[in-house]
């Protein structure tokens, strides 16, 4: 059927309907998202007009990533109620054409539509999170006004005998350079020797350089230096493995990651949550399609009241949420990733395909 020219043509109007919903959503997501980037920032050194636009035209790829599931299920709704509402689809079936054969074309696309989120999408967001970022912090730190950041933690570093523990709002250069620093020396019988305040450090060769530095020690006057350093035996790929985002990893880059995050005995559940996340996406959309299917086939024909269509929306978004709250369980370590992200996946496609074989099989 997908060969045929009825099947040709069937593909070609999914094709056309996901290029324009892409489109328009994508628009909608830049005035909106715009608009909140010049609420956030437009009081920093550095802003821009030009420097926003490119902000926010960095930052669509992403939002639209995680659109694109929901999304699907809107472009087979819109397809199919489209195809009946001209007797297209009741031509079809009265030819003696089955429903599973007339679907598939809609299912290869919405298939074709996840791999090129995987391929495509994904890579652009990863690399322009990235770089929105990067950009956001650089007109912050001009403004003296640092974002704290949730992916930060407290590093606990052993040189010697001096016990460290840096903490930082925010950082930049994957890890490497971090932000509004305070550092805590300990002796070895862990009592605070010293206090650093230090405006940034960066991760040099076997030691942190830190800039505007305030130091404080137990008993005496705080002193003021340009520069200082600390000792470290922390690696700048250790760094970067830990202070990785999910997010601002393309899919390509995940499997070397997560190899690299277990070498360094990191927990790499985000991650390997994340890989499955991506690697699962063509078949969510086939989900997707299955259930905007089931509850657009008979519309036109059967006449079946709005509730049937507001329906086939609310389980979309369920298993939609369902599987942003599972991804949130598998991150944290609660869950195996693999059972988090697969399991609403398939639960989704077996009951869209019951579903169809129930309405149209008996």
Known sequence: MIFSTLGRYFFKRYISTAFWFLLGVSAIIFLA???????????????????????????????????????????????????????????????????????????????????????????????????????????????????????????????????????????????????????????????????????????????????????????????????????????REYLQESLAQPETVAFLGLSRKIEIGKSFGISTKALETQFHSLLSLPLLLVAMTMIAATVSLKFSRFAQSRSMILGGIVSGFVLYVVSVLVKAFGSSGAIPPFVAVWIPVVVATALGATILLHQEDG
């Open 33 to 235: 998202d715009f608009s909140e980037t010049s609420r956030r920032l437009s009081g920093l050194n550095g802003y821009s007009l030009y420097g926003a636009l490119a902000m926010t035209a960095l930052r669509v790829p992403q939002i639209l990533q995680q659109a694109i599931p929901t999304l699907s299920l809107f472009i087979g709704m819109t397809v199919l109620i489209a195809l009946n509402r001209r007797y297209e689809l009741v031509v079809t079936r009265a030819a003696g054409i089955s429903v599973w054969q007339f679907v598939a074309p809609f299912i290869v696309g919405s298939f074709l539509l996840g791999l090129f989120t995987l391929f495509v999408v994904n890579p652009i967001g990863a690399w322009g999170q990235r770089e929105s970022i990067s950009l956001e912090t650089t007109w912050r730190q001009a403004s003296n006004k640092s974002k704290s950041s949730k992916f930060v933690p407290w590093i606990r570093q052993l040189s010697g005998d001096e016990d460290v523990i840096i903490g930082a709002k925010t950082y930049r250069e994957s890890g490497t350079e971090l932000l509004d620093v305070v550092v805590f020396h300990f002796d070895k019988d862990d009592v605070i020797t010293m206090r650093q305040d230090a405006k940034t450090a960066k991760l040099e060769d076997g030691y942190w350089l830190l800039n505007d530095v305030l130091e404080n020690r137990p008993g005496e006057i705080p002193t003021r230096l340009e520069t200082a350093q600390v000792k470290t035996n922390l690696r």
